[in-house]
């Protein structure tokens, strides 16, 4: 599934992901923005094996034509063709399509969207014209590249996926959090990785870690975890996970460090009963991948200590965050109850 290295890079970013200019040309000559488009996880109901990937493209600056979206994901028996079209688009029109699919829950891999579109010629270079009025050099390498387009471009991606019981989302198995946290009869999403870590400092720092969170000994997970960012941050090493099979898997130092950091403000919360330095951290911090994870732990964290107005807010916010997640749209239902 992965190759023997892996960066995981711009996948913790986002859950919906947008494409939006020629992938062939370069980051400082590129077409200006021609169209707008989503790819998001809508649903997922694993006691169905039932996924559905919305994908919306958005006519933002002209016509379109040729619209079509088909979903792959390497899974047998072989998906059906379930690809979506669409003749032509005014400019300001959006248009959704909705791949449902019949997939097993414990899925860990990749899927790709191959979204396509054709701009408007004459409009695309009207466009060019106005946003480079000033770049007469630039202008003209763009206004040549348009002339040159006679069929849709790719503007889809590839991406993880990964489908448990409790949730679908777009991350790879090395990265997610899991509710594994347990405190008052209540579940808390926490990182730590299930394959070995390979040799060294680093390594036996987060085994150290690993090992404390699976015990429920917070006071020495917590201060492991505390050595081993400030450890993180001074090398800014990639953490390396080593297989079984000899293949590793390598997070960057930020990314490692973004995840552990979430591990201890949970932690911390959760052991003190106190909601107000979780939710002060939560309400701070930029949307992300780890955000809807801590929202998610904030409510359960109220919802243990019978404040379930509270609760509610912060669940309800984490599944905006992620519509497929089944775990979270349960306890919200109790929480109703």
Not at 17 to 33: E, H, Y
Request: net charge positive; proline share 5%.
């Amino acid at each position: 599934m992965l190759c023997k290295k892996l960066f995981l890079t711009a996948i913790l970013g986002c859950f919906a992901i947008a494409a939006g200019s020629l992938q062939a040309m370069t980051p400082q000559v590129r077409l200006p923005d021609w169209q707008r488009s989503q790819i998001a996880i809508s649903e997922w109901q694993p006691e169905h094996g039932i996924l559905i990937i919305r994908v919306t493209v958005e006519a933002s600056a002209m016509a379109l034509s040729n619209v079509s979206s088909r979903l792959h994901i390497p899974v047998e028996p072989a998906l059906p063709d379930n690809t979506h079209k669409k003749q032509s688009m005014k400019k300001g029109e959006k248009a959704v399509f909705m791949h449902k699919i019949n997939i097993k829950p414990n899925f860990a891999g990749w899927c790709e969207v191959d979204l396509r579109a054709q701009p408007d010629k004459k409009e695309l270079i009207e466009l060019i014209g106005s946003v480079h009025a000033n770049e007469q050099a630039t202008r003209a390498i763009l206004e040549a590249e348009a002339q040159t387009i006679s069929q849709p471009i790719f503007i889809g991606n590839s991406m993880p996926l990964l489908l448990r019981d409790d949730i679908a989302i777009c991350t790879a198995k090395e990265t997610a959090f899991r509710p594994d946290f347990k405190s008052d009869n209540h579940e808390f999403y926490v990182w730590h990785p299930e394959s070995g870590t390979g040799t060294g400092l680093t390594a036996e720092l987060l085994k150290a870690f690993s090992a404390a969170l699976s015990a429920g000994n917070v006071k020495n997970a917590l201060s492991t975890a505390e050595t081993l960012i400030r450890k993180l941050k001074g090398s800014k090493d990639p953490l390396k996970l080593e297989k079984a099979n000899g293949e590793s898997f390598m997070i960057p130092a930020e990314v490692a460090i973004a995840l552990i950091e979430a591990d201890t403000l949970t932690l911390s919360a959760v052991v003190n009963k106190d909601t107000e330095s979780l939710q002060k951290a939560v309400t701070a911090m930029k949307p992300g991948y780890t955000r809807p994870f801590l929202m998610f732990n904030l409510g359960n964290l109220y919802a243990s200590l019978k404040k379930n107005d509270k609760a509610k807010t912060y669940i309800k916010q984490a599944l905006d965050a992620i519509e497929s997640w089944p775990l979270a749209k349960k306890q919200l239902e109790n929480l109703k109850n």
